[in-house]
């Protein structure tokens, strides 16, 4: 019989836990939107997200999703025609290049695949091709939600200096932004974007973009921006409607303001440990797991992987019947494969993800392999032994 009544656990990367502190929050009657409350609570908000992006400079929010942080981000500096280079390690990547052709930029892919990080040097030598420095922007992704895969922005900026190049380096941190290090000011990142529903644990509906002033610099300078997209009055508003460019997202808002509570009380430096010590057990049980049976992780170099989310093949067919046995007899509910046919795999059955981000604990984790373990005994897919002895002695090291 199933054992799945109780609390369910979404174990997906994104939409993350919700904290209930962060619920009951915005489990609250409709605000007055001009004055009072939503006033002090929205002023407190920006420099607090400022902190978990590590940047003195500035911040916008949107009522959006990670789609929207990416068209604002362009929005504000690219106009029809002007070049981007895009670096691509999965999915997103190229959904970002493809947002970018769309608002009519001229696009130039460097494709990585789905299992290698961005090599800097490819990254160096387009730059120096560009003779008249005519690349407005280098986008890539932090961390790509699709592959796990964990691309370190500095040497990125290495690249860009060694080339003598002015262009912008602009992050996709929608996955790891309170989940992996990410230091923007001090990694040289000039634009980075994330969304509300991973690791700043508040639901779908918030996206942020930090900008310093050399990307603002270049805003400035960038003819036609539509008034609501354009990050000048949100950066520095002087009341609650200029936040939002219209109607606050109000009880987001008052989720967000308890989760930076939280996050800012563990603090950046011990929650980036969490997600680091956590992501280990989940490497090392997996690892193990793939010693005797078809499991594989789709980055093979730990160095390279998010501490995020994790990317897992399992064979044609047992990535999906995992899911429905983990969903259907445990209650937890493990996230799908993406970028499928690229690998071999039309329906994607194969792979399945786990999700790591924000409001995860240890007991969440080895409870989430214990019922990984269960399902693939349940269906004879054959695994190693000792995985989750061997979680928990990484956990046990705190």
């Known amino acids: 019989m199933p054992l799945a009544a109780g609390r369910p656990y979404l174990a997906i990367p994104g939409p993350s836990v919700m904290p209930d502190p962060v619920l009951q929050a915005m489990h609250i009657p409709s605000p007055n939107i001009y004055e009072g409350e939503i006033d002090e609570v929205m002023h407190s908000i920006l420099p607090d997200l400022k902190k978990v992006a590590r940047t003195e400079y500035h911040a916008a929010m949107y009522i959006a999703n990670g789609h929207g942080a990416w068209e604002a981000a362009l929005a504000n500096i690219v106009r029809p025609g002007d070049k981007l280079l ?9 959904g970002w290049a493809d947002m970018a052709e769309g608002l009519g930029a001229e696009v130039e892919r460097i494709d990585f695949g789905l299992k290698s990080i961005i090599d800097p ?3 160096e030598e387009a730059l120096r091709a560009d003779k008249d420095q005519k690349i407005r922007a ?6 790509d939600t699709s592959t796990s895969l964990r691309n370190d922005p500095r040497p990125l900026r290495k690249a860009l200096d060694a080339a003598g190049h002015p262009a912008l380096l602009m992050a996709d941190c929608i996955a790891s932004m309170g989940c992996d290090r990410f230091e923007m000011d001090e990694w040289g990142v000039d634009i980075a974007v994330t969304g509300s529903q991973k690791g700043l644990m508040v639901p779908p509906g918030l996206s942020f973009i930090f900008f310093n002033d050399k990307a603002k610099a270049v ?13 000048a009055e949100r950066h520095a508003p002087q009341w609650p409607y ?28 011990n929650i980036w440990h969490r997600h680091a010590r956590l992501a280990e057990a989940i490497w090392t ?5 793939g010693q005797g049976g078809p499991m594989t992780l789709n980055v093979a170099d730990r160095a390279n992987r998010s501490h995020a989310v994790t990317a897992l093949g399992l064979g044609p067919g047992n990535g999906q019947r995992l899911r429905d046995w983990t969903e259907q007899n445990a209650g937890v509910v493990l996230g799908i494969g993406l970028g ?7 329906k994607g059955d194969g792979f399945f993800r786990l999700g790591h981000m924000g409001h995860v604990n240890a007991h969440m984790i080895l409870g989430l392999l214990g019922v990984i373990e269960a399902g693939m005994r349940a269906l004879d897919i054959p695994f190693g032994d000792g995985a989750l002895a061997a979680a928990a002695e990484v956990v046990s090291k705190g």
């Open 86 to 94: 895009v670096a691509v390690t999965g999915r997103f990547g190229h």
């Open 121 to 123: 040097a490819q990254v």
């Open 138 to 143: 280098v986008l890539f992704s932090h961390v």
């Open 219 to 231: 805003g400035s300078q960038t003819p036609g921006v539509s008034h609501y997209w354009s990050w």
């Open 242 to 269: 200029q936040f939002f460019g219209g109607t606050s997202a109000t009880h987001h808002v008052f989720g967000l303001r308890k989760a930076l509570d939280m996050i800012h009380a563990e603090g950046m430096e």
């Open 285 to 289: 049980a997996c690892e193990a797991w």
């Open 340 to 346: 499928m046919a690229e690998r071999g795999d039309p």
